[in-house]
């Protein structure tokens, strides 16, 4: 079975409700985006991919290794590709750069939300 590197962000991470789902994968560590992006919030945490935004920053969150089965759970979690998209984007973990799996929102108006300037939720 293949072996995907994921980053998330909000309720997966340890500590937090859905991070049941990640329990047999191997957390590889504390991890942060390479680019900058819009974190916002309305209870749950998503991540838009809008770089030029002035409040948009490096996102602090983790890493884990997971399977293709998690991975599929994961994506039924996130409502993935109608409500979250899954894409790859660089990390940074351990001083290294890598290519990961993480999850998108795509929204029209950010104004409805709470943005999180700090990177983290």
Known sequence: ???????????????FGNNDLLKTSEFV????????????ESGIPFLV?????????KVKGEVYLTDNEVLNDLDSLEG?????ERKPIWITINNKTKYMWTYFYVVDDIEDY????????
């Open 1 to 15: 079975m293949g072996k995907n590197y994921v980053f998330v962000y909000g309720t997966l991470k340890r500590g």
């Open 80 to 84: 993935h590709p109608t409500f979250y």
């Open 114 to 121: 709470n943005i999180l300037e700090s990177g983290v939720f």
């Open 49 to 57: 991919d809008d770089p030029c935004h002035s409040k948009s920053c």
């Open 29 to 40: 560590g504390i991890a942060e985006t390479e680019s900058k992006y819009l974190l916002l």
